[in-house]
């Protein structure tokens, strides 16, 4: 009979230590995290997919991104342009919402971008991407591809823009080197191919300086020639 008194006069101490570790347990948990990023970057000539879009003159680009550690993740890039003549019109920002997450080797990355022109919005267009990368050694490799559906903006026509990039550090250096092919076909090219070799160095103090050659085969445009592109790019 003792015996059965002890018991219960200990199971409530037992059913509050069990609750504290609970509890306990609980409050070690890590919560949700949300992790914020930005640069801003001077380039000598704004290329995208190997064509000028800023007239062969400098850029000034930006990009603030906010990711959760669920793998969502949203950002805002923005640059000068000069897609005509009028300085209204020499703006563009890119709204980005995605998911990237790692499935054992692979990294997985897609979303949708709206390409925004302030100043002219006959130039709006939308665009949904994927990409897959892989660990080669030290490096990466990343096929991807991104796709405009039929819009006004594009003369009720779509686009198909697939890729191909890599990229390696050079030892323990602070020096990377980097490639990319890509081949666009539709509402921005007929079978217009673009490449890009270049090479990365880390100033340190979230400073990098970046050396590109760039070059495309498309006829009719002189804002596809081959160059040099240099940047210069501070993240925080």
């Not at 020499?90 to 919402?97: G, I, P, S």
């Not at 007929?190 to 590109?212: E, N, P, Q, V």
């Amino acid at each position: 009979m003792k015996r059965l008194l002890v018991l219960a006069a200990s199971l409530p101490l037992c059913l509050a230590a069990t609750a504290a570790m609970s509890q306990e347990a609980e409050a070690e948990e890590p919560a949700a995290t949300w992790e914020i990023d930005g640069f801003i970057a001077g380039l000598t000539d704004y290329r995208f997919r190997g064509i000028s879009l800023s007239d062969k003159d400098p850029a000034v680009q930006a990009e603030l991104s906010v990711a959760h550690d669920s793998g969502l993740y949203g950002a805002v890039w923005a640059s000068n342009t000069a897609l005509t003549s009028s300085a209204a019109d020499d703006l563009e920002v890119d709204l980005t919402l995605g998911y990237a997450a790692d499935v054992g080797n692979v990294s997985l990355d897609f979303g949708g971008v709206y390409y925004l022109y302030p100043g002219n919005s006959d130039f709006n267009y939308v665009e949904v991407f994927g990409s897959v990368g892989t660990a080669v050694g030290p490096g990466t490799l990343t096929l991807g591809a991104a796709y405009a559906p039929s819009q006004d903006n594009l003369g009720d026509d779509d686009n198909i823009y697939v890729y191909v990039s890599g990229e390696m550090p050079i030892g323990e250096s602070p020096l990377s080197v980097h490639a990319t092919f890509g081949i666009e076909d539709g509402a921005f090219g007929d079978s217009k191919r673009d490449w890009l070799i270049g090479a990365s160095y880390d100033i340190g103090s979230g400073f990098s300086a970046t050396l590109d050659y760039v070059d495309t085969a498309r006829s009719g445009s002189s804002l596809g020639k081959a160059t040099a592109v240099f940047s210069i790019t501070k993240s925080f």
